[in-house]
């Protein structure tokens, strides 16, 4: 057995405890200012219909192109102006944050869970079963991503569905090495020997001191992952390969507002912002939760 300090007995999570969060988060004005603008992003897509103006679909060709209202021919009727077939942009940027939010939040959901339990079976198990695994992992991190999410999506077609489907098969690997690397540290460290050298079979052991101290690692990098899936989403959607054009999105609003780019900027320029102020959120919160959840940036 190796040896170790009592801090190394103690559990990942119990420590973490003690590291006041809400302290850091006060402390760490960056990651408020991340939570905060998520929080605004959760509450906009929650209540979308009572913030919305204008029904995102509704067309009115007489108002067609209209430029944001503090602009020469602007109206407060449409804040941020319209697009070519008359369709409020604010409105369509609020119903486009649900979109965002549900395919990073389900893919993630997805990725994280199918990749835990592969990635737990793998890094506990080990020999063949983790070669098999990691040699299926590592065949599919080899293989460019954004061309084999864009090869796949065209062959399913648009839909919100597939989508999720796709980012969370797709972002699987990612999940699996973190948690096979976890799993294989936790294995070595004296708790899990412990409890090893007193009969407990390895499900039990799993569940009870391996998959706690991964809540950690998997809460931050889920944070990046899901600010990844929805840049992904509103590529795919640029692309034409995202939802159908009767779901408001913010990769569907860029793909129309394209054409007009240089004579009508804001039908491109808003839902672009929305998507970066989004990233910079998710970034911020992640960066965040990482100072917080690992022991080891704690300490210094």
Request: glycine residues 12%.
């Amino acid at each position: 057995m190796s040896q170790a300090t009592a801090a190394d007995l103690l559990p990942v999570p119990a420590r973490a405890r003690t590291g006041g969060w809400a302290r850091r988060l006060r402390r760490d004005r960056a990651g408020l200012v991340g939570l905060a603008l998520f929080v605004l992003l959760v509450l906009t897509a929650l209540f979308a219909p009572w913030i919305a103006p204008h029904d995102p679909l509704a067309q009115n060709l007489r108002a067609s192109k209209l430029p944001p209202a503090w602009q020469d021919g602007g109206s407060w009727d449409h804040p941020l102006g319209t697009d070519n077939l008359g369709r409020d942009i604010f409105s369509r940027v609020v119903y486009g944050s649900r979109v965002s939010l549900t395919v990073g939040f389900f893919g993630v959901l997805l990725a994280g869970s199918l990749g835990l339990m592969i990635g737990l079976l793998a890094g506990y198990v080990g020999g063949r079963t983790d070669n098999i695994i990691m040699g299926v992992v590592n065949l599919i991190l080899a293989l460019p991503y954004l061309v084999f999410v864009v090869f796949v999506a065209s062959i399913l077609g648009r839909s919100l569905l597939n989508v999720i489907l796709i980012f969370g098969l797709t972002d699987i690997p990612i999940f699996v090495r973190i948690a096979r690397g976890e799993t294989m540290r936790l294995r070595r460290t004296l708790f899990v020997e412990a409890a090893q050298g007193t009969g407990a079979g390895g499900l039990r052991i799993l569940l009870r001191h391996v998959l706690p101290n991964l809540v950690g690692p998997f809460v931050t990098i889920a944070t990046f992952e899901m600010s990844a899936m929805i840049f992904y989403e509103a590529g795919l959607g640029f692309l034409g390969l995202s939802v159908p054009p009767s779901i408001p999105s913010w990769g569907n609003m860029l793909d129309a507002g394209r054409r007009f780019l240089t004579i009508y900027p804001w039908m491109s320029v808003y839902p672009g912002l929305a998507i970066a102020l989004t990233g910079l959120a998710m970034n911020l919160m992640g960066d965040w939760l990482r100072d917080v959840l690992d022991p080891k940036s704690r300490e210094r």
